[in-house]
């Protein structure tokens, strides 16, 4: 299937081209790095300046809805007070389209909000997972430097409390020499009992840009990776590109 | 055999229904401890006759030499499988943060052994304060969300009832718009359905 | 297979590959006057009736759940390009044909909230579920093809739900195939071979429990 399974390029069937956003907006930022961080085995780069906005962007929203709602609420009881209790007329739903705060808009508004938070809050909770699950292995190695302040801390405390529960209910019952976290014993030259994220495996990605010639494997011809394309790549071949933003998982 | 206890451990694990928990083991679980402390006296007293026999411990490969490689081996495997069987607990224990909340019900917290039962408060206490600082509920919103509104199609007279945005007048084959939150309790006694299409 | 990654952690849910789809565009018309929407997602509208525009998925769906427009369905989803893509895909056994990354969740979507927009939509529903079932079957036969010489798998026009579901199978594949064909692995048949010959390599303490 390697490369023969090629369709003529119509440039057609990918989500991204979207000729109506010209510009990337966060929200498809965002989606890309969730993604990415879904489909990485590792924990990548936090995204500083993208989270941040994003929140903003949400605190922004969250006050535009509250407000509508607020408007709509307060006109919704003035007409049941005095319309006592009847639904609302065409008419007045017309009121409120003019002022921009009928119950459609709201929800839209809402529903938009709702997306957005869910990306924040799922991204969040993917690398929390992550942190939890390597949280010693990332302690001791380059990736430290890519959690946030609060993730650092988030990890040290989870490794504290798993290194605490491990010892009390193994570790400190085990001989001497035996005892260690990190090692199976004192024999062990490397840290060997440290669950590290599987780096070794697969990965669907697509380049944005046409990346050249890649060596893929060791005594492999180089091979052209095209853009657009779909491509299952150990994931050590392409790690920097994802790094660098220019090629997506999925 | 060495090491078959150990394995009972992780089988118990595998064959549990993914994200469930199961009792604690206490009795295979200590059962292994003493297996691991038994492992390394022989370890010792083989490791000892090598140096009466003033043989160099580091080259020397007779008899007692594969003795004390196999119960090393044994030993590092028990304590390898004691740690997987923590650790996967412990994993289990977190996902229940995630879907049950900082209080676990009872009959949960009763599979969990003391360290566990910390472990799990520790951790909880460990996502809150990051939330706090984030001044993010991240429990929240863990599925995709969809429309808070569905059409739905009143099955049976309900009558007016009052819901958390509006007080309609459910009757008898109307159809209205309401919020899923609200829609549901219907739906579930076979009051009401929702319309697609 | 041992060594897994938590496959959990780096899969995407029905749910999740839908909530993507629902950021893809479509065009509507509307039937009521709305000013431009001002959405995190981006700006959209204004709306006029009978005046076409383009709005994302999730946000076409809801107003015309609230009967505040029609959808148009797309071109792709017509049930003329439709036969011809079943036609193309049974016809070329080692290719997929261009469909949009969603072409499944979309077209679920439509099916579900907007079925008097979509003409001949029973016959379209079919064609699709066809077109499905002839691809998958590719798949199958593509994973027949892995091999030990496979160290990257290009694929063009496959979509995001096919993706989500093939991911397991194409990364075991190709996952044993790199576990037996590691260099400690080959060493290891070298080893076998060689130990015949008078030259016998030396590959530390393993050969300690076999010379007594």
Same mark, same amino acid.
């Given at each position: 299937m390697a490369s023969s399974s090629e369709g003529l390029g119509l440039g057609f069937g990918s989500e991204d081209v979207d000729p109506s956003i010209a510009m990337t907006t966060d929200v498809e930022l965002l989606k890309r790095a969730w993604r990415n961080e879904k489909a990485a085995p590792e924990i990548l780069q936090f995204q500083h300046e993208l989270v941040q906005r994003s929140r903003e962007q949400v605190q922004l929203m969250t006050i535009t809805v509250q407000m509508q709602l607020n408007i709509f609420t307060a006109f919704d009881l003035a007409v049941k007070?005095?319309?006592?209790?009847?639904?609302?007329?065409?008419?007045?739903?017309?009121?409120?389209e003019q +002022?921009?705060?009928?119950?459609?808009?709201?929800?839209?508004?809402?529903?938009d909000l709702d997306r957005m938070q869910f990306l924040l809050r799922s991204y969040l909770r993917i690398r929390l997972q992550k942190i939890v699950k390597y949280a010693i292995h990332i302690s001791k190695s380059e990736a430290w430097s890519r959690l946030s302040e609060q993730e650092q801390k988030f990890?040290?405390?989870?490794?504290?409390?798993?290194?605490?529960?491990? +010892?009390?209910?193994?570790?400190?019952?085990?001989?001497?020499g035996y005892q260690s976290i990190l090692k199976q014993s004192i024999s062990s030259e490397e840290d060997d009992m440290v669950p590290q994220p599987h780096l070794d495996t697969y990965v669907f990605c697509k380049s944005r840009t046409p990346l050249g010639a890649l060596q893929i494997a060791d005594g492999e011809d180089p091979m052209d990776v095209l853009a657009d394309f779909l491509y299952l790549f150990h994931y050590k071949?392409?790690?920097?590109?994802?790094?660098?933003?220019?090629?997506?998982?999925f | 055999m060495y090491g078959r206890r150990a394995s009972q451990l992780l089988k118990e694990l595998s064959t549990c229904e993914p994200g469930q928990l199961t009792s604690f083991n206490t009795d295979v679980f200590d059962q292994v401890l003493k297996e691991c402390n038994a492992h390394h006296l022989e370890l010792q007293s083989l490791m000892r006759k090598i140096q009466e026999e003033e043989l160099d411990v580091q080259t020397t490969k007779n008899a007692e030499h594969f003795g004390a490689v196999i119960h090393h081996l044994s030993l590092m495997r028990n304590k390898r499988c004691l740690m997987a069987y923590m650790y996967n607990r412990a994993q289990i224990i977190q996902s229940l943060r995630w879907k049950l909340g900082p209080v676990l019900p009872q009959e949960i917290q009763e599979k969990l052994n003391f360290s566990e039962e910390e472990y799990f408060k520790n951790y909880s206490a460990a996502l809150e304060s990051y939330a706090s600082?984030?001044?993010?509920?991240?429990?929240?919103?863990?599925?995709?969300?969809?429309?808070?509104?569905?059409?739905?199609?009143?099955?049976?007279d309900i009558g007016d009832v009052l819901l958390s945005d509006q007080s309609p007048n459910l009757a008898r084959h109307s159809i209205h718009f309401l919020k899923r939150t609200d829609a549901e309790q219907f739906i579930s006694q076979g009051l009401m359905e929702e319309l697609l299409g | 297979m041992a060594g897994q990654s938590d496959p959990s952690l780096s899969m995407f849910s029905a749910a999740e590959v839908e909530f993507l789809a629902e950021d893809e565009m479509v065009e509507i018309v509307p039937n009521l006057n709305m000013d431009t929407l001002n959405l995190i997602c981006g700006d959209f509208g204004p709306f006029r009736p009978q005046m076409a525009t383009s709005v994302p998925l999730w946000l076409a769906v809801a107003l015309k759940k609230r009967g505040k427009c029609t959808i148009r369905s797309p071109q792709w989803m017509s049930v003329e390009n439709l036969t011809q893509v079943l036609e193309a895909e049974r016809d070329s056994p080692a290719q997929f044909q261009p469909l949009p990354f969603h072409y499944v969740e979309i077209?679920?979507?439509?099916?579900?909230?907007?079925?008097?927009?979509?003409?001949?939509?029973?016959?379209?529903?079919?064609?699709?579920?066809?077109?499905?079932?002839?691809?998958?079957h590719k798949f199958e036969t593509g994973l027949e093809k892995i091999s030990s010489s496979t160290h990257v798998v290009k694929l063009k026009n496959l979509s995001a739900m096919e993706v989500n579901i093939v991911r397991p199978f194409f990364v075991r594949a190709l996952q044993a195939f790199a576990k037996h064909d590691?260099?400690?692995?080959i060493h290891h048949q070298q080893d076998a071979m060689s130990s015949r010959q008078t030259h016998v390599q030396d590959d530390g303490p393993r050969r300690d429990l076999r010379r007594r």
């Open positions: 007070t005095f319309c006592g209790g009847m639904m609302f007329k065409e008419e007045t739903v017309e009121d409120f +002022n921009g705060a009928d119950p459609l808009t709201v929800s839209v508004y809402q529903m990890a040290k405390r989870c490794m504290d409390d798993m290194e605490k529960h491990l +010892n009390q209910s193994v570790l400190s019952r085990l001989p001497y071949s392409i790690r920097s590109f994802v790094e660098s933003g220019q090629v997506d998982l | 600082e984030l001044e993010l509920d991240l429990t929240v919103d863990m599925v995709p969300p969809k429309d808070p509104y569905i059409k739905v199609r009143v099955l049976d | 077209s679920r979507l439509l099916f579900d909230n907007a079925r008097d927009d979509i003409p001949d939509m029973y016959m379209a529903r079919s064609l699709i579920e066809d077109i499905r079932d002839v691809r998958f590691s260099p400690q692995m």
